[in-house]
């Protein structure tokens, strides 16, 4: 197997262990909030298609789920990339995952989600919601894809260096 397909079995792979774990501490916490995971996703997909997607059916709960795993292997592909290069973040993923997934949410809220369209919420997030976001992609996206990433490239990291 080639080493590009190699790399991308594992970016797919840890992006959906990834989207999976975050987008499930979303619906959890929406359904103490008495919101189904159909408005969780027709929300997502209305940062593409705006309010219509509150309107259609099961094409905009579709859409809300491939955006969001779109999303989660764009992380996974960026990070995965960078520690090709960049050997901290191998050497020390806990660290650099958690702070990996607080850049992750500074990004998707300060630059990402104000670019997209998304109706702008009439009352203030409340501190459960921000705290319940921020915890979501500093665990399950960061700190876990950077786990992960660590899992797959460590082995051949000491194939390579054991080989004569």
């Not at 262990?17 to 909030?33: K, Q, S, W, Y």
């Not at 104000?114 to 919420?121: D, N, S």
């Not at 894809?145 to 004569?164: G, H």
């Amino acid at each position: 197997m080639s080493e590009s397909v190699r790399m991308a079995r594992a970016v797919l792979r840890i992006g959906l262990i990834a989207g999976t774990l975050d987008i499930g501490e979303n619906l959890v916490f929406n359904a103490f909030r008495h919101i189904t995971p159909a408005m969780v996703f027709r929300y997502i997909a209305s940062g593409l298609t705006g309010p219509w997607a509150f309107h259609a059916g099961a094409a905009s709960i579709a859409l809300g789920v491939a955006m969001h795993y779109a999303i989660a292997m764009f992380w996974t592909a960026l990070f995965y990339l960078a520690s090709r290069r960049i050997t901290v973040l191998v050497r020390r993923p806990v660290v650099c995952g958690l702070a990996y997934g607080a850049v992750v949410y500074l990004i998707m809220n300060i630059v990402v989600l104000p670019l997209t369209r998304v109706a702008r919420a009439h009352a203030a997030m409340t501190l459960a919601s921000r705290v319940s976001g921020v915890l979501a992609l500093v665990f399950c996206i960061g700190l876990t894809v950077a786990l992960l990433t660590r899992l797959d490239r460590k082995p051949r990291q000491l194939a390579i260096r054991e080989t004569p």
